[in-house]
């Protein structure tokens, strides 16, 4: 897996702390200073038909993340069957030629079920407000911390509130 951030999304949310991706083999991290390279980077590295996925981290609006150079990772990475994801810290909602198009933003903590004054499970809202082939949504994503390391989806309700069931969004390899 390729992970590319510019230098201003690296200083904001640091390096990625993966200790349990495991089971896509080695991950290769690239900082860069410019988003242009960052871009480079990113066609590049989905030219490569090896790799299990590229992630492309990039801060604010700059001018080269227009909708041509989006529309060209799209293609790269539906020619090459490499799935990539292009996460843009604090941007606006502009044009994309993205197949599907997420917010995600944090929520307070589930209850701690030992200790109440305690954090829980982390928890994010996840939106999908844009796709071709999905119904979009809005979702709370929580991860147990249990060794079966895995992520869950609840419905938000109209009112709110979060639906009593929860599915799950996978497994990863534990590691």
């Not at 990772?73 to 292009?86: F, H, I, N």
């Not at 928890?123 to 992520?151: N, P």
Request: one cysteine or more; aromatic letters at 6%.
């Amino acid at each position: 897996m390729l992970w590319i951030q510019d230098r201003l999304a690296q200083r904001e949310t640091g390096r990625p702390y993966l200790p349990r991706l495991t089971g896509l083999g080695p991950l290769i991290l690239m900082q860069l200073s410019r988003p242009a390279d960052v871009m480079i980077a990113a066609e590049e590295g989905l030219r490569c038909r090896e790799l299990a996925a590229v992630i492309v981290e990039v801060r604010g609006d700059p001018a080269v993340l227009n909708f041509t150079a989006m529309k060209r990772l799209a293609l790269r990475a539906e020619a090459t069957a490499v799935p990539c994801w292009l996460i843009r810290q604090a941007a606006a909602a502009n044009l994309s030629a993205a197949r599907d198009r997420w917010r995600v933003a944090t929520l307070p903590s589930a209850t701690n079920p030992d200790d109440p004054r305690a954090s829980g499970a982390p928890r994010w809202q996840v939106e999908l407000f844009r796709s071709r082939d999905k119904r979009s949504g809005t979702w709370v994503m929580h991860h147990d911390g249990s060794t079966a390391d895995r992520f869950y989806l609840a419905a938000e309700l109209r009112d709110g509130t979060v639906a009593e069931g929860t599915a799950s969004l996978g497994q990863r390899s534990a590691g």
